[in-house]
C-alpha cells in the first residue's frame, strides 16, 4: 500500500509545556481544519512539533519578553517561524497563545495585544531577509515590490490560535469525554459538566478553568481527540469560533487544504 504524501505543513507552537501539548494542539486544529473545508483529508497534514528552542522562547510567554537576557531565545523562534513561512511549498505556522482573559474581557488580552510587536519585531525582518537572500541566490528578477508582496502573503501564514481564558476553556468543551474522566477520577463535578454542555459559552467567562475539574495536562489529549464537539463549539460565537474564522481569512490556507481533496 503507497502511503500518500502530505499535501500541507504546519509547525505547531505552543506556550504549554506539558508532556504531549504540541499534539493537543494539533488534535484541536484538525477539528477546525473540517470546519473550514469539510472535504479536507487531514491525515494529508503534517504537523511539526515545536523544536527545543522553540519550546524555550514559547514557554511562559517569554515571546513578549523585553528582558535583554530573553532576546537570543526570542531571536532564535522568530528565524524558525520566518524559515517555515517561507518554505516551497508553503508553509504554515500555528502559535496557540492564551488569552489569559475572560472572552468579554479580551480586548484587554496583553498576549493579544503584543503579538503584534513580536512579529514585527522577530519575524517580519527574517521573512524580508530570506526572501532576498533567495533572490539573490538563484538570480532572480524580483523587485522590492514583489517581495514586499511575498513577504506579506508569508506572514499571513502565521495563524494565532488563542483560546479565551485558557486552552482548557476549549478541551472542556468536549463535555461527554470530561463526563467520563471525571467519573473514573471522583464523579464530583459531573453536574458542572452538564452545565457547560448546555451552555456552550460559559467556559469562555470562566477566570480560573485549571481549578474547575479533577481533570489535568495528562487528560488533554484525550479531550482534543476523542469525538470533539467542533460544530456545537463553534456554535457558542466564542474563542474556538474566532480562531475557525481567522484561519478561514487565510487564502493560502483555503487553497493548501483544497489540494488534500479526493
Given amino acids: 500500500m503507497i502511503r500518500e504524501q502530505a499535501c500541507l505543513s504546519i509547525l505547531v507552537l505552543t506556550e504549554d509545556s506539558a508532556e504531549g501539548s504540541c499534539e493537543t494542539v494539533a488534535a484541536l486544529m484538525k477539528k477546525m481544519v473540517l470546519l473550514v473545508d469539510p472535504a479536507c483529508r487531514t491525515h494529508l497534514i503534517a504537523f511539526e512539533p515545536q523544536g527545543e528552542h522553540e519550546q524555550r522562547a514559547m514557554r511562559g510567554n517569554l515571546w513578549k519578553s523585553r528582558n535583554p537576557f530573553d532576546r537570543q531565545k526570542i531571536i532564535l523562534l522568530g528565524r524558525?517561524?520566518?524559515a517555515k513561512l517561507i518554505e516551497d511549498p508553503i508553509g504554515f505556522v500555528a502559535f496557540h497563545v492564551d488569552g489569559?482573559?475572560?472572552w468579554v474581557e479580551r480586548a484587554s488580552s496583553e498576549?493579544?495585544?503584543k503579538f503584534p510587536e513580536f512579529v514585527s519585531t522577530y519575524v517580519q525582518p527574517g521573512v524580508h531577509h530570506a526572501l532576498r537572500r533567495q533572490r539573490d541566490r538563484d538570480a532572480l528578477a524580483t523587485s522590492d515590490q514583489d517581495i514586499a508582496r511575498a513577504a506579506e502573503a508569508a506572514l499571513a501564514r502565521l495563524l494565532r490560535l488563542t483560546p479565551f481564558r485558557s486552552i482548557e476553556a476549549w478541551l472542556y468543551q468536549n463535555t461527554a469525554e470530561a463526563r467520563?474522566?471525571?467519573q473514573v477520577a471522583c464523579g464530583r463535578h459531573v453536574a458542572k459538566i452538564d452545565g457547560w454542555a448546555a451552555d456552550r459559552g460559559a467556559l469562555d467567562e470562566l477566570e480560573d478553568l485549571k481549578a474547575e475539574l479533577c481533570l489535568d495536562s495528562?487528560?488533554?489529549l484525550e479531550l482534543a481527540q476523542r469525538?470533539?464537539?467542533a460544530d456545537e463549539v463553534f456554535g457558542a460565537n466564542k474563542s474556538y469560533a474566532a480562531a475557525v474564522l481567522g484561519l478561514l481569512d487565510c487564502?493560502?490556507?483555503c487553497a493548501a487544504l483544497a489540494r488534500t481533496h479526493a
Fill in 111 to 113: 498576549n493579544v495585544a
Fill in 180 to 182: 467520563r474522566l471525571c
Fill in 218 to 220: 495528562k487528560h488533554h
Fill in 227 to 229: 469525538a470533539f464537539p
Fill in 80 to 82: 524558525a517561524i520566518a
Fill in 251 to 253: 487564502a493560502d490556507f
Fill in 100 to 102: 489569559d482573559r475572560r
